[in-house]
């Protein structure tokens, strides 16, 4: 089994090619492990205001989805340019297959996230406890998600 280092070296290695969805598959994975991780640490131990703003709550909310922001975008930028100069063939069947079962996977997820979200913690849970709860299901939807992706284009088998 491979380790999460091993896994980084493969991504770094200049002799092994990928598509484009398995680099944003590989970005997207490790930013989310890093970034929630971190905010989650962060707000772990902070009291829940439950009448005024929790600016501190906010910050450092905003700072985790605006860095993922910002991966998103580098990524794209990175996949369009690298795209045209080392001519990566277009995405076939195979391709959308993987995409498509890890989307499925990780919906599950997100939905019972949402219903327990949107259903039980209205009535018994402040606001902040809500946000998290429902980030972090988006989180796991994704981590599960993108973990099938790279998963499947490791093994080279078919889905």
Not at 26 to 32: E, G, K, N
Not at 64 to 76: D, N
């Amino acid at each position: 089994m491979l380790s999460i280092f091993d896994m980084m070296l493969i991504f770094i290695d200049k002799g092994v090619r990928m598509l484009p969805i398995e680099r944003t598959a590989w970005a997207w994975f490790i930013c989310l492990l890093i970034v929630p991780t971190t905010y989650f640490i962060l707000s772990f131990n902070m009291p829940i205001q439950s009448d005024g703003l929790d600016f501190m709550r906010l910050k450092y909310l905003s700072v985790a989805l605006i860095s993922m922001a910002l991966v998103a975008i580098c990524i794209r930028i990175y996949n369009y340019t690298t795209k045209t100069k080392d001519g990566s063939p277009p995405i076939d069947e195979r391709d959308q297959l993987i995409e498509l079962k890890g989307v499925s996977k990780g919906y599950p997820i997100l939905i019972v996230g949402t219903i327990i979200v949107g259903f039980f913690m209205p009535f018994n849970s402040s606001k902040w406890e809500m946000i998290d709860t429902a980030f972090f299901s988006i989180v796991v939807a994704e981590l599960v998600h993108y973990g099938f992706v790279l998963l499947a284009y490791r093994k080279e088998n078919n889905v």
